[in-house]
């Protein structure tokens, strides 16, 4: 089956640990997305990719870092920076190249601080 | 700049009851509409989209959405709901001119009681 993939499900991070969450896809989409998701915020982007070797910050990429090596897979890490890193992280991905067409969204990473 | 708006964040509606979901976007230039909905701890899933044409737009589920470029509006209605309804639903804006960037609304939970 075509789809989505994010992982872990639930990952509990220490204070100042860096911590890395998997998206791997194989819809042969160019464009891959990470959102976080907080309470009554709705999404916030993180950082895009619209194509391998190249990304963008989004809106709140402050103390994350991601990597596109290959056209399936975009890890996002969380590093020790982000001071408020407990959230329902999503990623996403898209054809991209211009047409007009929805994303396809994982089933979500939930990232809790112990 | 684009932007979102969902004005409620709840909605509740009686089982067989038409509902509506509102949304109101802001763009520099033309428009790009999605809906999504999300069932707890899941990834968003696809409703529908407008990107040209006929106002009126059909997606998955019976639901259908109005886009009205005066009002800067693209509402999501249902003319009868069901309890397997009960969701959060988030409207999205892209910009034609903004390579790839989707904006999310903050999210409607809608309740259909039996």
């Known amino acids: 089956d075509g789809g989505i993939t994010q992982s872990p499900k639930y990952l509990f991070r220490k204070e100042g640990q860096n911590v890395t969450l998997s998206c791997e896809q194989n819809?042969?989409?160019?464009?891959m997305y990470w959102y976080r998701q907080d309470p009554g915020q709705g999404l916030r982007l993180i950082y895009y990719?619209?194509?391998?070797?190249?990304?963008q910050k989004g809106d709140i990429a402050e103390g994350y870092s991601v990597s596109r090596e290959k056209k399936e897979s975009f890890p996002l890490t969380v590093t020790s920076a982000q001071k408020n890193p407990t959230a329902f992280y999503l990623c996403?991905?898209?054809?991209?190249?211009?047409?007009?067409?929805?994303?396809?969204f994982g089933q979500g990473t939930r990232l809790t601080v112990v | 700049a684009q932007s979102v708006a969902q004005p409620e964040d709840q909605v509740n509606v009686a089982e067989g009851n038409p509902l509506t979901v509102k949304c109101t976007y802001s763009?520099?230039?033309?428009?790009?509409l999605f809906w999504y909905v999300q069932y707890p701890n899941r990834g968003l899933q696809f409703l529908l989209k407008?990107?040209?044409?006929?106002?009126l737009v059909k997606g998955s589920y019976g639901f259908e959405a109005e886009f009205n470029k005066s009002q800067t509006s693209f509402h999501l209605k249902k003319p009868s709901a069901l309890v397997s309804d009960s969701a959060l639903y988030f409207c999205?804006?892209?910009?034609?001119?903004?390579?790839?960037?989707?904006?999310f609304g903050d999210g409607t939970t809608l309740t259909v009681k039996p």
């Open positions: 996403a991905s898209r054809m991209g190249g211009g047409s007009v067409t929805e994303a396809f």
């Open positions: 819809l042969n989409h160019d464009a």
């Open positions: 990719s619209q194509i391998v070797n190249d990304f």
């Open positions: 763009v520099s230039g033309n428009p790009y």
């Open positions: 407008y990107i040209t044409g006929d106002n």
């Open positions: 999205a804006v892209r910009d034609t001119t903004n390579a790839g960037k989707s904006t």
